[in-house]
């Protein structure tokens, strides 16, 4: 449930699902998480829809920083029509001609708006990358599950035999039977609900690519081999200095920055340039003029001081966010950092320790078993805990992908990126022995 919590206001920048127009996903015949990444990146209509928001942001720039249009005016007088003089007539041209610098204040408002919608579409990437992970971390998940449960449905069908051949040779209750029938019928259960829920992830996933909820997608590639996570001093600084986040609220510093210089310059007049031919005077040397006019910005009803406030108050706003933001980053990425730590140590632990032991207390349970020596309960016992310990390694190594995306959405961009965070000196693991690699 938190998963789909997670990922619905993703899924919720998606427009009717249109035909599928590439065939790069069916021609792969095992989904890694980069490829589903791409995917997204590629189909998602909302990240779309913000790249074209950026670049209509970056095409008013030029305009906001452009004088107005001039103006021409033109007038008559009808009631000379006809007359010794002929139609009279005037006509001006004009040009309004702000305070020097509030052009460039304009521009630098719109240039810090395209800022924004910049860094925008590049934090929705982010999610979409973290989203497109977790899922496939969770596709990754249900697929190896599966084949869990289906090869220890076959393993009970196999000491079902065994308990039928004791039971015939008198050496076991019928009992130890209907045991591995009840133990068969509760794992067919759990692959019913493991079926139900590959279909939700799988309809998660098409919901990011834009596609229909059935369309079919490849089964997956193993997952990474858990690796030491960066370190956490690096993590943070290279966070705080381009996470896009906090450049998005530094745009929106600057775009109240220059909102407030406007509101400085609003003090000062602006001027309007004119120059024109007016024939209604009878001396000709009065009919070119030209002239010269100004506003005059007095602050009578305090609107130009209220419009300073504000735009003041707005850039303390702004610094305030960026300032929480900063805090709550760095607090996620240490505790993000301590999750993928945690995560990798678990899947060490299952895969060098726990694992082991379960496979040799299963085929000890089973061989007594044979030899009849040992209970047909202790077998299934011993079966219980060799499929939860199973469970329990695909299980944690889905959460340490997730946990992994997590850290990569915190940090502001991927860990295996051109350039790569340094990497502590990765420690022994949990066991107490350096971490073996596939």
């Known amino acids: 449930m938190a998963l789909v919590v997670l990922i619905a206001p993703l899924v919720a920048f998606a427009v009717p699902p249109q035909p599928e127009n590439s065939q790069s996903l069916q021609e792969v015949e095992a989904l890694t998480a980069e490829q589903l990444v791409d995917a ?133 209750r019928q009992q130890d039977v209907l045991q591995a029938e009840v133990e068969a019928a509760r794992i067919d259960t759990d692959i019913v609900t493991h079926q139900r829920r590959k279909r939700e992830v799988q309809a998660m996933i098409n919901g990011l690519l834009n596609r229909s909820p059935q369309s079919p997608l490849p089964p997956p590639a193993p997952l990474p081999v858990p690796s030491e996570p960066p370190d956490l001093q690096a993590l943070q600084e290279a966070a705080l200095e381009e996470h896009p986040e906090l450049r998005r609220i530094q745009a929106r510093i600057a775009e109240a920055r220059a909102r407030h210089g406007l509101a400085e310059k609003d003090y000062f007049p602006d001027f309007k340039l004119s120059a024109g031919y007016n024939t209604l005077w009878d001396d000709t040397d009065k009919r070119w003029m030209v002239g010269l006019s100004i506003n005059l910005p007095f602050d009578l009803s305090g609107k130009r001081s209220a419009t300073r406030n504000a735009a003041e108050a707005d850039v303390m706003r702004h610094q305030w966010q960026l300032t929480d933001r900063e805090a709550q980053l760095l607090a996620q990425l240490e505790q993000g950092r301590a999750q993928v730590q945690e995560t990798r140590d678990i899947v060490a632990i299952h895969r060098q320790r726990l694992l082991p032991l379960a496979e040799e207390s299963l085929n000890a349970a089973v061989a007594d078993y044979r030899a009849g020596q040992g209970s047909f309960l202790t077998v299934i016992d011993a079966e219980r805990q060799q499929l939860r310990t199973e469970d329990n390694l695909a299980r944690a190594h889905a959460d340490y992908l997730r946990a992994l995306a997590a850290l990569e959405r915190a940090a502001g961009r991927p860990l295996d990126s051109e350039r790569p965070i340094p990497a502590n000196q990765a420690p022994a693991d949990a066991a107490g022995q350096p971490d073996e690699r596939e």
């Open 40 to 172: 997204v990146l590629t189909r998602n209509p909302g990240l779309k829809g913000l790249a074209v928001a950026a670049e209509a942001a970056n095409y008013r720039i030029a305009p906001a920083g452009a004088l107005d249009d001039p103006i021409l005016t033109y007038a008559g007088a009808p009631e000379t029509v006809g007359g010794p003089r002929g139609f009279q007539e005037r006509v001006e041209l004009s040009q309004t001609v702000p305070w020097p610098g509030k052009l460039g204040l304009r521009e630098d408002v719109a240039r810090a708006r395209a800022e924004g919608e910049e860094q925008s579409l590049a934090d929705r990437r982010l999610a979409l990358m973290a989203a497109a992970k977790g899922l496939f971390a969770e596709w990754a998940y249900i697929h190896r599950t599966l084949q869990i449960k289906h090869a220890h449905r076959d393993l009970l069908v196999e000491l079902r035999r065994v308990a039928e051949t004791q039971y015939a040779a008198g050496r076991a």
